[in-house]
Structure formats: C-alpha cells, structure tokens
T-cell receptor
Framework: DAKTTQPPSMDCAEGRAANLPCNHS???????VYWYRQIHSQGPQYIIH?????ETNEMASLIITEDRKSSTLILPHATLRDTAVYYC????????????WGAGTKLIIKP | DAGVIQSPRHEVTEMGQEVTLRCKPI?????LFWYRQTMMRGLELLIY????????DSGMPEDRFSAKMPNASFSTLKIQPSEPRDSAVYFC???????????????FGAGSRLTVL
C-alpha cells in the first residue's frame, strides 16, 4: 500500500469549512483513499473513502485530484467535536490489511 | 449492533503478570484485527484473523504475545509475562469483506488501556 503525507497539525474556526490535505503520489490505479479520525481516548472512526470520483456523505466530502496523487477531506461546518487526529490511508480493497496509518493531522477546532 | 466490544477498558497490572484482553466483533464481520497504539510508535497492527483463522501475525512483538479466535464472536489477546514496555492502548477492530456497502471499512472498539507497573 502506498505511503501518504499529511501536515502534522491544523487549526480551523468553528463553523468554517475544514480542509485537510493528503498527498499520495505513489498511489496505484486500484488503491482507494480512506479517511479515518480518532477523537481523544476513542478508537479510530471511519469517515469516507473513494477511488477517483469525489464522494460525499453525512460526515464529509472527499475531493480526489484527477491524477489521484492527492486528496482533500472537507468538513463543511466544523464543530468543536470535530477536534481529532485525521488519518489518510490508501489501500487496495480486499487485500493487504497491513494498513500504514502514519501520524495523521491533528485538527483543532477553535471557538 | 452495539459495535465492537472490548474488555477491560482499563487494566493496571504488575510486571510478570498475565494479561488477557477480550474482543467481541460486530456480528457477521469476517475479519478481526488487533492493534496497539503508543505515543512513540502510533497505531500498529499486531495480528488479524479471517473467518477465525490467523492470517498475519508478523506484527506480534514477541512470543510473550498470543492471540486466539475460538469462534466468530470472540477473540483474546494475551500477554504473558507482561512488561512495562507493553503499556499501551490495545484496539480491536472488525470488518466485512467483499463488495457490499460498508465492506472493507474497519470498525474499532473503544480500546483497552493497559498499564504495566
């Protein structure tokens, strides 16, 4: 599975959109981009995933560049409860469960 | 479903003692994972099972660690004897394989925080 690069930390004002970038320049054609987050003292929580099209669900939107070498997770209206570490992972579905989690991005939502 | 259930939530023990962590995966999930998380090393995969069979235990740090999955609804991670460097949060996760909606997504438990004195 490809390696990802994320900024170590970011701030965002409450109510604003939080845009979290992820670089995955060595991604393969059949690798999906997954986003999870970990709120303090809890287990990681799935947010969203995609292959090449942009995706949206009730939690967030995922924008993947056309060359698939990077992506952005968007939390449209951040709340204080969105303060967490956000992990970007790439993997081939159904194979190789040795996911590389990395250090993620610590997102702090400020009132 | 109540999600992935782990017990105990907190365990404090003395060096040399045996520790057993327990996990109940989501019903119907065919993959189960044991992870360890520390500040220094982040989230590390220890072992995972498919249909109750261990598939990859290359992340298990040493022979003091063992994991079993006697049936589809229960797994244990045992450390014997425990050492202070085993202090960490241990997470269990489960997932469903295949192409159905929700497949390949890991659902984590709340974790078991282990402190070895």
């Amino acid at each position: 599975d490809a390696k990802t690069t994320q900024p170590p930390s970011m701030d965002c004002a409450e109510g604003r959109a939080a845009n979290l970038p992820c670089n995955h320049s060595t991604i393969s054609g059949n690798e999906y981009v997954y986003w999870y987050r970990q709120i303090h003292s809890q287990g990681p929580q799935y947010i969203i995933h995609g292959l090449k099209n942009n995706e949206t669900n009730e939690m967030a939107s995922l924008i993947i560049t056309e060359d698939r070498k990077s992506s952005t997770l968007i939390l449209p209206h951040a709340t204080l409860r969105d303060t967490a570490v956000y992990y970007c992972i790439v993997r081939v579905d159904g194979s190789n469960y040795q996911l590389i989690w990395g250090a993620g991005t610590k997102l702090i939502i400020k009132p | 479903d109540a999600g992935v259930i782990q017990s105990p939530r907190h365990e404090v023990t003395e060096m040399g003692q045996e520790v057993t962590l327990r996990c109940k995966p989501i019903s119907g999930h065919d993959y189960l994972f044991w992870y360890r998380q520390t500040m220094m090393r982040g989230l590390e995969l220890l072992i995972y099972f498919n249909n109750n069979v261990p598939i990859d235990d290359s992340g298990m740090p040493e022979d003091r660690f063992s994991a079993k999955m006697p049936n589809a609804s229960f797994s244990t991670l045992k450390i014997q004897p425990s050492e202070p460097r085993d202090s960490a949060v241990y997470f269990c996760a489960s997932s469903l394989s295949g192409l159905r909606p929700g497949a390949n997504v890991l659902t984590f438990g709340a974790g078991s925080r282990l402190t070895v004195l």
